[in-house]
């Protein structure tokens, strides 16, 4: 059996009363690909507000890799390997993709330092992996600004893999997309889950079925059901709360 690398345990979340997670257990095996889907509301930003430390569960615990992540601060939580990709890219959009990659990768996070240090060997060459992996070879030396959306998105996934962290925390990260930029960022998180653990949240169906493996429903909080997406898809209590009510 594999090691848990995510658990929640009841975990409740409280605004003023109001439960945007309610008991919620939740339980993911190190190196999994797992997609957490449900409508506007569910409480799937919050989830992941409680497992990257911004917000405090009211009651219940998160434990990563088995430790327990209570009152913790949010650089620390990242720090013992957790990396989150938010909704819209944050990347330096005047300097290049592999500039970007660059000061990630950089240990010690000092932009100006990473700046006017030559890279070593190995950094250079994960570097080069990294673009490669996530298609931006031949546009690492332009302006990331020139990037266009779905680019940017696969910037941001590549600076933070350069972080190394063990587990990914991907936020809706197809919201906007073309098909055809859907279909590349699907085909990199099943390139990148050959190495990672990765959480993916999301709300395009097409999407899912692309690169789902297990996957979770949520809904007001707590946990629908779990299944293949096949499984999912077919559950009536999923058609009735999540599928035919979606909205955007
Ligand atoms: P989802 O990402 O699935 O759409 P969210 O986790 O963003 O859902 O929100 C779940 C519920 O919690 C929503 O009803 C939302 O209005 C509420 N909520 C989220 N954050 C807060 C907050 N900081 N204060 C009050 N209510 C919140
Ligand atoms: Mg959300």
Redesign the pocket.
């Known amino acids: 059996m594999n090691a848990k690398i995510l658990e929640t345990e009841n975990v409740t979340v409280s605004?003023?009363g109001?439960k945007?997670l309610n008991q919620l257990n939740f339980s993911m095996d190190a190196g999994e690909l797992r997609v957490v889907i449900?409508p506007?509301?569910?409480?799937?930003?919050?989830?992941l507000d409680v497992i990257t430390g911004k917000v405090q569960p009211t009651v219940g615990r998160v434990l990563f890799k088995g430790k327990n992540l209570r009152s913790l601060p949010e650089y620390k939580i990242a720090r013992l390997g957790i990396g989150r990709k938010f909704q819209t890219p944050r990347i330096y959009l005047n300097l290049t993709p592999r500039e970007n990659l660059e000061i990630t990768s950089n240990q010690n996070k000092n932009v100006f330092s990473t700046l006017f240090k030559s890279s070593t060997n190995l950094e250079k060459n994960n570097i080069k992996g990294l673009l490669e992996t996530i298609g931006l070879t031949p546009k690492a030396d332009i302006t990331a600004g020139l990037l266009s959306h779905g680019e940017k998105q696969r910037l941001e996934i590549g600076m933070l893999v350069a972080q190394s962290p063990d587990l990914l925390l991907v936020d809706e990260p197809v919201a906007g997309l073309t098909d055809e930029e859907t279909y590349n960022i699907g085909e990199l998180l099943l390139t990148l889950a050959q190495s990672h653990s990765i959480l993916v949240i999301e709300h395009d169906m097409e999407f899912v079925r692309q690169i789902a493996r297990k996957v979770t429903v949520?809904h007001e909080g707590s946990v629908l059901c779990e299944g293949d997406f096949e499984e999912v898809q077919n559950d009536s209590r999923v058609v009735e709360v999540y599928l035919g009510k979606q909205e955007d």
């Open positions: 605004f003023d109001f945007a449900g506007n509301g569910a409480g799937k930003t919050t989830f949520l």
